[in-house]
């Protein structure tokens, strides 16, 4: 059985304009499986609905129908009370590394919140913890007493990486996590995210406009355009045998390295 199953999940936002309504079908029926260990890439274009898809699989948005099963059971159908259990299995790693983290909180504060909300820890044990995060990443205890502002933009997106291994999740969406970064920096982060996998056995969804990303780090690869799942497969068939004419158009546009 799948980790994850999302069966025709749909969103439809509505909107008024001069006194009438208009909908925008931002995702539309959508259907693929994750099987536990892997790396699923959901590449396409800004504005084609990979955000609001990897959101309504965390039910962080609700969709306007479909179904995301995690572990056999339907989370669209779960109380706020089972919902709070869900989430220990299922986090978020979000697109912006200097919105993403209170400016107002240290670090310690930051990393343990999710160790404080679910776990009844003592204060001593819930630094050790976090220290045990922040070297998992990459960074040396001492980040802990600083606060957000005081890191490099790398070095946010790895704190907020830590806050979501706080309660060793199953499954993570990665959403654009580089994509505010530079390109050097954004390298590191996916090979943290490769490392982090191998060692604590997670499983994702790797959402990113950028394919090569996505072809490095992805077990298997779904291109999405205007709502919809136009093609899935490995990450081999959708580099070398693309089916679809707007994955080839996606495939095209990455520039060639030539040596001189």
């Known amino acids: 059985m799948a980790?994850?199953?999302?069966a025709g999940l749909t969103k439809i936002f509505v909107h008024s304009a001069r006194g009438v309504?208009?909908?925008?079908?931002?995702?539309d029926g959508v259907s693929f499986s994750i099987?536990?260990?892997?790396?699923?890439?959901?590449?396409?274009?800004?504005?084609?609905?990979k955000t609001t898809l990897g959101r309504m699989i965390l039910r962080l948005i609700d969709p306007t129908d479909g179904r995301v099963l995690f572990n056999g059971e339907d989370i669209l159908l779960a109380s706020s009370g089972r919902m709070r259990e869900l989430r220990r299995d299922m986090q978020i790693?979000?697109?912006?590394?200097?919105?993403?983290?209170d400016p107002r909180f240290r670090v310690i504060d930051i990393v343990s919140e999710p160790l404080r909300i679910h776990e009844s820890l003592p204060t001593a044990r819930l630094r050790e913890r976090a220290a045990e995060l922040m070297r998992s990443v990459g960074l040396d205890e001492?980040?802990?007493?600083?606060?957000?502002?005081?890191?490099?933009?790398?070095?946010?997106?790895?704190?907020?990486?830590?806050?979501a291994l706080a309660l060793r999740p199953k499954f993570i969406v990665a959403d654009e996590p580089v994509?505010?970064?530079?390109?050097?920096?954004?390298?590191?982060?996916?090979?943290?995210l490769a490392q982090l996998q191998r060692d604590f056995g997670l499983t994702y969804l790797f959402i990113s406009?950028?394919?090569?990303?996505?072809?490095?780090?992805?077990?298997?690869?779904?291109?999405?355009?205007?709502?919809?799942?136009?093609?899935?497969g490995t990450a081999e068939q959708i580099s070398e045998r693309p089916q679809h004419e707007y994955t080839r158009s996606l495939l095209a546009a990455v520039p060639e390295m030539t040596s001189k």
């Not at 980790?3 to 999302?6: F, H, Q």
């Not at 406009?209 to 899935?232: C, D, F, N, W």
């Open 21 to 27: 309504e208009h909908e925008h079908r931002a995702v």
């Open 209 to 232: 406009h950028s394919m090569p990303i996505v072809r490095y780090l992805a077990t298997r690869i779904a291109v999405m355009r205007q709502g919809k799942i136009v093609e899935i």
């Open 142 to 163: 001492s980040a802990l007493n600083r606060f957000p502002h005081e890191f490099s933009g790398g070095q946010r997106q790895r704190i907020g990486i830590a806050r």
């Open 35 to 49: 099987e536990a260990g892997e790396t699923l890439g959901l590449v396409g274009e800004s504005g084609c609905g």
């Open 179 to 192: 994509s505010a970064l530079d390109v050097s920096v954004g390298a590191q982060i996916v090979n943290l």
């Open 3 to 6: 980790l994850l199953e999302v």
């Open 93 to 101: 790693v979000f697109q912006d590394p200097f919105g993403s983290l």
